[in-house]
């Protein structure tokens, strides 16, 4: 089974991902790892950020081993990434590595912003996961915060309207809920109710499955 599941930032995905992924025991992919991978790399081997061909060159030797989490989670290295996310030759370098993951035998979960639309149209569910922009604001900044990173909230809101409207508004594999997905708004759910709704998702295309196998 391929679940594709996307949504914006801080939007409780990539949680719902890996719980899905336990419970289902299925790999999972968090894609937006690669785009962050490339964003840290071209700011560290100081590409020039107008360069498509330069960025496809980092996204193409990728070492997804050189960096740890606490690299890639910061602000600067999620605005980096959703920069390079916008260069099309940086989408196609990582296309087929994501396509390869989500095809592996019994399937795969990946969490993006264009996994239904784009590397695996064809998935057996679709999320979207959503919430209001304060919502999901307030969540991602006392993440960094705790973290240390010293933001205000108001600078948090402003970097995630940046963010998201560059996700959606970008020419190719925007940012867009696929026609066939099923919508979790996590605004006011807590995590263990968005995941039980994902999972009552799951168990639904499951059941569909066994109803068209049998005679
Ligand atoms: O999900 P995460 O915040 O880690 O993603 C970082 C950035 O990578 C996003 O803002 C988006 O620009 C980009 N991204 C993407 N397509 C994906 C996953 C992430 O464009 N499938």
């Given at each position: 089974?391929?679940?594709?599941i996307?949504?914006?930032l801080?939007?409780g995905?990539g949680?719902i991902?890996?719980r899905?992924?336990?419970?289902?025991e299925?790999?999972h992919?968090?894609?937006?790892r690669l785009?962050?991978?490339?964003?840290?790399?071209?700011?560290?081997?100081?590409?020039d950020f107008d360069d498509?061909?330069?960025?496809?060159?980092?996204?193409?030797n990728l070492?997804?081993?050189?960096?740890?989490?606490?690299?890639?989670?910061?602000a600067?290295?999620?605005?980096?990434?959703?920069?390079?996310a916008?260069?099309?030759?940086?989408r196609?370098?990582?296309?087929?590595?994501?396509?390869?993951?989500?095809?592996?035998p019994?399937?795969?979960?990946?969490?993006?912003?264009?996994?239904?639309?784009?590397?695996?149209?064809?998935?057996d569910?679709?999320l979207w996961?959503?919430a209001?922009?304060?919502?999901?604001?307030?969540?991602?900044?006392?993440e960094?915060?705790?973290?240390?990173?010293?933001?205000?909230?108001?600078d948090?809101?402003?970097?995630?309207?940046?963010?998201?409207?560059?996700?959606?508004?970008r020419?190719?594999?925007?940012?867009i809920?696929?026609?066939?997905?099923?919508?979790?708004?996590?605004?006011h759910?807590?995590i263990?109710a968005?995941?039980d709704?994902?999972r009552?998702?799951?168990?639904?295309?499951?059941?569909?499955k066994s109803?068209?196998?049998?005679?």
């Open positions: 089974m391929i679940i594709a996307d949504g914006t801080a939007s995905k949680t991902a890996k899905l992924s336990a419970w289902l299925l790999p992919m968090d894609t937006g785009y962050r991978a490339t964003g840290v790399a071209a700011l560290q081997q100081e590409v498509p061909c330069a960025l496809a060159d980092v996204a193409q070492d997804l081993n050189a960096y740890d989490e606490a690299e890639l989670r910061t600067e290295a999620g605005l980096a990434a959703s920069r390079v916008a260069v099309p030759a940086v196609a370098a990582l296309l087929d590595l994501q396509r390869r993951f989500a095809h592996q019994g399937g795969a979960i990946l969490d993006g912003r264009d996994i239904g639309t784009v590397v695996c149209p064809e998935a569910l679709k996961v959503d209001d922009v304060e919502t999901r604001a307030t969540r991602r900044w006392k960094l915060t705790e973290k240390g990173e010293t933001l205000s909230l108001d948090m809101i402003a970097q995630l309207k940046e963010r998201d409207e560059r996700d959606k508004s020419a190719d594999a925007p940012m809920a696929a026609a066939d997905s099923v919508l979790i708004d996590t605004t759910l807590t263990d968005a995941v709704k994902a009552a998702a799951v168990e639904a295309v499951i059941a569909q109803e068209r196998s049998e005679p």
